[in-house]
Antibody, heavy 120, light 111 residues
Framework: QVTLKESGPVLVKPTETLTLTCTVS??????????VSWIRQPPGKALEWLAH???????SYSTSLKSRLTISKDTSKSQVVLTMTNMDPVDTATYYC????????????WGQGTMVTVSS | NFMLTQPHSVSESPGKTVTISCTRS????????VQWYQQRPGSSPTTVIY?????PSGVPDRFSGSIDSSSNSASLTISGLKTEDEADYYC??????????FGGGTKLTVL
């Protein structure tokens, strides 16, 4: 069974750096064409794609947030990590990781999401 | 980059048919596949249509997708509406720079 599970802090202060971990099971992050994206959703608002890491370790970032994001993976631990610097209350959202088998493919498996609140 | 624009909300009665549009702001809608996701309250999104018009296994054939180059838009059509179809629906595509794009979402009310 393929699963993804997000973990990280529930609450961060403004200006702090957020670090989220996505632990996957049922597939390998080194499998050809397998990739993982981070997607967020502020309360009551739309989904927003943030970053993606491909099986060959190539990375892609949202143009508007690129300066604040870093995505990486540890294949041996089956984990994908996202860091977002200089957090602001507008970054309060549910953060999802999701798997895709390539750019043209859908996000076929999603994690349950983790809610992050930015507040002092 | 481009944007995908969806109506904020649609509503229809059980048993009827509803269509949700997704209009691409620039570039051809036919250039890149469009996927559609359903998101029920408190749940993660799930795929209902991929590659413009393909249904994943387990998705009822009441769900269908299409693209229309004349209006540069994609559409999700749900026929024989059921109360369980009430959810938010998102279209999604991608660009040549390996960036993914989501539409703003449409809230479907079945009343």
């Amino acid at each position: 069974q393929v699963t993804l599970k997000e973990s990280g802090p529930v609450l961060v202060k403004p200006t702090e750096t957020l670090t989220l971990t996505c632990t996957v099971s049922g597939f390998s992050l080194s499998n050809a064409r397998m990739g993982v994206s981070w997607i967020r959703q502020p309360p009551g608002k739309a989904l927003e794609w943030l970053a993606h890491i491909f099986s060959n370790d190539e990375k892609s970032y949202s143009t508007s947030l690129k300066s604040r994001l870093t995505i990486s993976k540890d294949t041996s631990k089956s984990q994908v990590v996202l860091t977002m610097t200089n957090m602001d209350p507008v970054d309060t959202a549910t953060y999802y990781c999701a798997r895709t088998r390539g750019v043209v493919a859908p996000f076929d498996i999603w994690g349950q999401g983790t809610m992050v609140t930015v507040s002092s | 980059n481009f944007m995908l624009t969806q109506p904020h909300s649609v509503s229809e009665s059980p048993g009827k048919t509803v269509t949700i549009s997704c209009t691409r702001s620039s570039g051809s809608i036919a250039s890149n596949y469009v996927q559609w996701y359903q998101q029920r309250p408190g749940s993660s999104p799930t795929t209902v249509i991929y590659e413009d018009n393909q249904r994943p296994s387990g998705v009822p054939d009441r769900f269908s997708g299409s693209i229309d180059s004349s209006s540069n838009s994609a559409s999700l059509t749900i026929s024989g509406l059921k109360t369980e179809d009430e959810a938010d629906y998102y279209c999604q595509s991608y660009d040549s720079s390996n960036h993914w794009v989501f539409g703003g979402g449409t809230k479907l009310t079945v009343l």
